[in-house]
């Protein structure tokens, strides 16, 4: 388990240093680096305004919802260590009473599966499986509802910076209304603080939605797993329901056959 979580967390990243690197090259590093000497952070949060403020805080939200879901999106989280094995004695052993209660010392997304299965032992193995299928499919929706809150910020955040972008270029013209030729030196420094908010939005927005594409892969990864494990717990309980079943039906057939050997003849007239 903990092997997989420090190779995701490696290869992500790895993948930030890779894209780094590639907007370095593109950008040009010694084209940029002398502009870049002249440009401070607070010259840049004051630059961005109360939009940029804005921007920030949904970073800082982004930022808090990443390190909720990688500290509660996880294999020990969801899938208690031993849970499942327990669970599978529990019910092969007829014991349906204490499995239960040992899903609900345990709480968790395998837990929640495997009582909604418990709750339908007396119905068959039928019932079981939809049961299983109906908690696994509100469960996963629950962790899916947590990610959409990346697209949200993904969303709105290049929105408010050029939402910024635009009040800063009108202010930035109406300031030169009055000068019959403005020169563009006097139109830099205005249109440059115009497009910092574009800049925080984008900043924000990337991480994002990087951040919701590898959040969603890792939880589909691990709600079928979860779904599997709670699937195979009851593996003895569905091999037995099928040999019942298939004794019933000899049971039945002979029966059939035994009441057609056994009737009386009917009278002939």
Avoid at 96 to 112: I, N
Avoid at 124 to 133: C, I, L, N
Avoid at 220 to 228: F, N, Q, W
Wanted: charged letters at 20%; proline letters at 4%; hydrophobic letters at 50%.
């Amino acid at each position: 388990m903990k092997t997989v979580d420090r190779r995701w967390l490696r290869h992500s990243l790895l993948s930030a240093a890779a894209l780094c690197f590639s907007c370095r090259i593109a950008l040009g590093e010694e084209r940029v680096a002398p502009a870049m000497r002249n440009l401070e952070i607070r010259a840049l949060l004051d630059a961005g305004g109360a939009i940029g403020w804005i921007i920030i805080a949904l970073s800082l939200w982004m930022v808090a919802m990443i390190v909720q879901h990688l500290l509660t999106v996880r294999r020990s989280v969801l899938m208690p260590v031993g849970l499942g094995e327990e669970a599978r004695r529990l019910i092969a052993a007829g014991n349906f009473k204490q499995a239960l209660d040992e899903c609900h010392q345990r709480p968790s997304f395998e837990s929640y599966v495997l009582s909604a299965g418990l709750a339908e032992v007396s119905l068959g193995y039928s019932a079981v499986e939809k049961a299983m299928e109906d908690a696994s499919q509100q469960q996963a929706a629950r962790l899916y509802r947590r990610l959409e809150y990346f697209t949200v910020i993904g969303t709105i955040a290049p929105m408010l910076g050029l939402l910024g972008t635009v009040w800063g270029m009108i202010l930035a013209f109406m300031e030169f209304e009055a000068k019959a030729n403005p020169q563009v030196s006097e139109l830099a420094p205005g249109i440059y603080k115009a497009l910092v908010t574009t800049l925080q939005g984008l900043c924000v927005a990337i991480p994002a939605l990087g951040a919701y594409a590898v959040l969603r892969n890792r939880v589909d990864e691990l709600v079928a797993e979860a779904s599997l494990l709670a699937e195979h717990a009851f593996s003895t309980f569905k091999r037995s329901a099928a040999l019942r079943r298939q004794e019933l039906r000899k049971a039945r057939l002979k029966s059939d056959a035994g009441g057609l050997v056994d009737a009386p003849p009917e009278p002939v007239e």
